[in-house]
């Protein structure tokens, strides 16, 4: 049962220097969704898809751009690096339209930009 | 917009005590409202959800009751053990928007 993977787990960047994460889910979700954790500010939403071809705007989408070019995958892009994007990014998917809530979340990728 | 409001932590407890974490959010209309648990070293998984006023959602041990007339959302267990050592989110879905969270309330329980 592989749910939503994200590749790579571990990335150490240099500042300026780009990068992909790519999200991956088998469950046929419509929604998909990237988020970065620090500490003591919780999730913050980047960017989201509700649909294949479909991305949107987050809280927090400055730096950042994303694509949805299969429905099963969704991934994030740096196009340079900075230190204030050392983060643990994870990616989530949902089911249907009407977005239930209940996401299902992948084991995160640790970012780190010296 | 919707936001959502939780204790801040660590949250310290012995085997066996009971946990309290509030939750309270702001939101326009009737949003459903959810607990997210992470586990160290993992992603977040849903624990409970309560989709309308008076609601009880319920799931290993864990409650919370939907409170519209104080807005809250609050986690309890009657008591704790090591194993429910994690972070604990609360969260929110209103409107068109995607689910808004909270900043995350620590746990350690100490056996």
């Known amino acids: 049962n592989a749910g939503v993977t994200q590749t790579p787990k571990f990335r150490v960047l240099k500042t300026g220097q780009s990068m992909t994460l790519l999200c991956a889910q088998d469950m046929n979700h419509e929604y998909m969704y990237w988020y970065r954790q620090d500490p003591g500010m919780g999730l913050r939403l980047i960017h989201y898809?509700?649909?294949?071809?479909?991305?949107a705007k987050g809280e927090v989408p400055d730096g950042y751009n994303v694509s949805r070019l299969k429905k099963q995958n969704f991934l994030l892009g740096l196009e340079s690096a900075a230190p204030s994007q050392t983060s643990v990014y994870f990616c989530?998917?949902?089911?249907?339209?009407?977005?239930?809530?209940?996401?299902?979340f992948g084991e995160g990728s640790r970012l780190t930009v010296l | 917009g919707n936001s959502v409001t939780q204790m801040e932590g660590p949250v310290t407890l012995s085997e066996e005590a009971f946990l309290t974490i509030n939750c309270t959010y702001t939101a326009t209309g009737y949003p459903s409202l959810f607990w997210y648990v992470q586990y160290p070293g993992e992603g977040l998984q849903l624990l409970l959800k309560a989709t309308k006023a008076d609601d009880k959602g319920s799931n290993k041990g864990f409650e919370a009751t939907y409170r519209k007339e104080t807005t809250s959302f609050h986690l309890e267990k009657g008591s704790v053990q090591v194993s429910d050592s994690a972070v604990y989110f609360c969260?929110?879905?209103?409107?068109?928007?995607?689910?808004?969270f909270g900043k995350g309330t620590r746990l350690s329980v100490i056996a």
């Open positions: 898809s509700v649909g294949e071809g479909t991305t």
């Open positions: 989530a998917s949902s089911f249907t339209s009407e977005n239930t809530g209940e996401l299902f």
């Open positions: 969260a929110l879905l209103g409107g068109n928007t995607p689910l808004v």
